[in-house]
């Protein structure tokens, strides 16, 4: 892999100074700062960061908990493992400010079971900073208690879902809740809780000491600062790549050198899959979501086959509880298995079309409402190449169809 460097999100690399600094302020000012940097979360709804401590700080509990969300689960993403492994103060750094800003005293890590080994360098990290006096009870002299565990996972996708990785944080079966009350209100134990991505604490420190104009500076207006990408697929250099939010897909794909691309899935298995006439396009909040991870496919690349393996992952990690997500990613399966026999006719299509709208509106969670997304997107954008694909199938079988 080649990792680019990871520039804006750590100067300065020192532990410590930026929660020096905070420490020093009052919660609310630090909050006002992260506002007005505009930070959005990186783990993918991109949600305002300082809004959502902002309702934690205000929410009314006895206690309160930060949860980073280090479950990494989303096919083609490895951005937060490079943090977890290389910068784990930074996170932990960021975890301690957010504790103070919205008056929470512990923190939990919740380590993608696969990630198993990283535990101990995250403890000894924590130890270190405990040593340094930057965790652990009055930090820095403040009077402010802050300390930090970690909780290994148990494997399963949705549990990166924030509600369900609650659930399992807390003992029971990984399944997504009913929201509202959402975590800020009613979180870890009932208690209100920011939950973050890994990667939206890592920009908190440099926040903190270059400000939030000098972060809102950087990439575009509704997607301020940079962001990470896992870049894989049929690129010259793989790696972890950190470019202004509102870099277009073309600017990636030269990064990396890319050639010949047909398709691009922005975001993950449940992200969009863009085409050559979309490459154009920033990725941002506000025009291709970003999520954590970016897989390019080239020419050679059989587009069905691609959308057959996404919906292949999202059938096993569907966790059944709702009917439209439990039934709708099979359906879709089924009908890509029918599109690569020469099985499934136009009509068919359209069904198939409706219901993964229905699953976008009608799914209790993230994982159903995102799972149509590359359905969607390959057979909009892929149509030509699918629908020929379709007639060679029903051709080479002499396979009645129905159209
Ligand atoms: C199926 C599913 C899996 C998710 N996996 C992750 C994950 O691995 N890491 C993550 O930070 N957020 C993940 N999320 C998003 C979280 O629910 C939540 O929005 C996020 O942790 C909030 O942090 P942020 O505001 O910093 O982005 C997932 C959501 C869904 C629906
Ligand atoms: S949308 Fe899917 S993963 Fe989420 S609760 Fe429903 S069945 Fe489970």
Redesign the pocket.
Known sequence: MVGHKIQILFSPAETGIALRLAIGKKPEDIIAQVKESKL????????P?GL?WELVQQAKGERKFVVC??????PG?FK?RILLTDHPCKIFEGMAICGYAVGAQNGVVYL?AEYRYLREGLVNAIKKMKESNYLGKNIMGSGFNFDIEIHLGAGA?????????LESLEGKRGE?RNKPPYPTECGYMGCPTV???????CYVPAIMTKGAQWFSEIGTMESTGSKLFSISGDVAKPGVYELAMGSTVDVVLQLVGAKDTKAVQVGGA?GICVAEKDFNKPISFESLPPG?SIIVFNKSRDMLYVLKNFMEFFVE?SCGQCTPCREGTYRLLQGVEMMEQGRCSIHYLHTLRDLAQTMLISSK???G??APNPFLSIIDNFKGEILARDRVARNSKKTPVVR
């Open positions: 959005r979360g990186r783990g993918g709804a991109g949600f960061t959502k969300n280090a479950d990494e689960g989303e993403t937060d993608r996708y949705v549990c990166g879902e924030e509600t369900a990785l997504a939950v973050n991505n890994v990667e939206t604490f449940s954590g990690e969670c993230g994982l409402q995102l």
